[in-house]
Structure formats: structure tokens, C-alpha cells
């Protein structure tokens, strides 16, 4: 059974760095094919994919926030961990880890339950 | 304002079938796969449709996928209400991001 769930921060203020970690059981980020994605909705609004992390560790950012974030991952511990620097009130949102299908950046077919990330001073 | 393109709402009565369509380019459905998601009211969302029109277990046949060109279509068949939902369509581009559209609010009457 595979689950995903984010955790962090439910208030940061503006400027600060924002640090979310998934924590994800029923596979391994060390098998081939294996791939996480950080996904955000502001409220009201569309997804929005920020980044992705490869099993072999290659990392793939949205092209509009790629000087912002940063994506690692510890195998060990199963966890993904998502870095945003210099919040907004803008960033304000629910952020989603999602598995992608295997070897594909098509789809996504497992979600965490999302945790809402609000900017604000 | 988001890459690909869907209408904000769509509406049928229960029994009734509805489409959904989803608009991109060359850049990203023409040479991609595309996947859709329905959200239900505060949750997240759940993958329906992927690698254009296949469907993951447990998702039934009423709901269907297909892709043509740079758009991409999802179609409800025997609406229920539990169907009312927002629809979302995603696929890769080649700036190297997924890419969503800005959804769809399906309602029941």
C-alpha cells in the first residue's frame, strides 16, 4: 500500500525559508523508474507542479521557481524534502508530494493529503 | 494562468455524459501523454486517466480518455452526483515541467 504524507510549517512568515518533508511508505525512491513530485494549489486555485527528484537523484525544477527551491531526497528514511527560500504571500497554499507513475513524468498516481503552507507576518 | 487550456465549468444531469476538454501544444501534448485527475471537495486529487486513456484499478469505465493532436478529452458517462468534482488535465512539457491545466468544476443539476 503506498501512502505519502507532507508535513512543515503551517505558518511562515515572509522572506523566511520554507522546509517541507514526505514521508512516503510502500516503495522505494532507490528502485528504478521511482520519481517524487512536489505539487502546490493556491486556495481556490489550479495545481501547480514545483519540482521533481529521480531515483538516481536527477532533479527537474518549474521553470518560473527553480532559483527558490530546492528538492533532496533520503533514501534511508524515505522522505523527499522540499526547500522554498523567500516566501511570499503569494506561495500561500496547499502543498501536495505526489508519486509519478514509474519511469514517467506523465502522471502522478499516488498523492499525500497535502498540508497548508499560509504566508503571512 | 496555466499552460494548458480547459473551460472553468461543465454541467449535465445525473444519468447524462459530459466532455471535458484540455488544450496545449506541440510542446506538450501533441508529444507527451496525458493524465487527468478529479478533486472532490478538500482532498486531494486523484488520478483518473493516464498514458491518455488508460484507467488505474478501481476507477470505472464511465470515465474515459482520449488524446488527438495538442488536445486531450475526458469524458463522463452516467453522471452520478459524487461526480461533481473539479477535473484537472496534466501532462510534461518540453521545458522540461509538468504541466496542469486550470481545471474544470463539473456540476450534476
Known amino acids: 500500500q503506498v501512502t505519502l504524507r507532507e508535513s512543515g510549517p503551517a505558518l511562515v512568515k515572509p522572506t523566511q525559508t520554507l522546509t517541507l518533508t514526505c514521508t512516503f511508505s510502500g516503495f522505494s525512491l532507490s528502485t528504478d523508474g521511482m520519481c517524487v513530485s512536489w505539487i502546490r494549489q493556491p486556495p481556490g486555485k489550479a495545481l501547480e507542479w514545483l519540482g521533481r527528484?529521480?531515483?538516481?537523484?536527477?532533479?527537474y525544477y518549474s521553470t518560473s521557481l527553480k532559483t527558490r527551491l530546492t528538492i533532496s531526497k533520503d533514501t534511508s528514511k524515505n522522505q523527499v524534502v522540499l526547500i522554498m527560500t523567500n516566501m511570499d504571500p503569494v506561495d500561500t497554499a496547499t502543498y501536495y508530494c505526489a508519486r509519478n507513475g514509474r519511469y514517467s513524468s506523465d502522471y502522478f498516481d499516488y498523492w499525500g493529503q497535502g498540508t497548508l503552507v499560509t504566508v503571512s507576518s | 494562468q496555466s499552460v494548458l487550456t480547459q473551460p472553468p465549468s461543465v454541467s449535465a444531469a445525473p444519468g447524462q455524459k459530459v466532455t471535458i476538454f484540455c488544450s496545449g501544444s506541440s510542446s506538450n501534448i501533441e508529444n507527451n501523454d496525458v493524465s487527468w485527475y478529479q478533486q472532490l471537495p478538500g482532498t486531494a486529487p486523484k488520478l483518473l486517466i493516464y498514458d491518455n486513456h488508460k484507467r488505474p484499478s478501481g476507477i470505472p469505465d464511465r470515465f474515459s480518455g482520449s488524446k488527438s493532436g495538442t488536445s486531450a478529452t475526458l469524458g463522463i458517462t452516467g453522471l452520478q452526483t459524487g461526480d461533481e468534482a473539479d477535473y484537472y488535465c496534466?501532462?510534461?512539457?518540453?521545458?522540461?515541467?509538468?504541466?496542469f491545466g486550470g481545471g474544470t468544476k463539473l456540476t450534476v443539476l
Open positions: 527528484i529521480d531515483w538516481h537523484d536527477d532533479k
Open positions: 496534466g501532462t510534461w512539457d518540453s521545458s522540461l515541467s509538468a504541466v
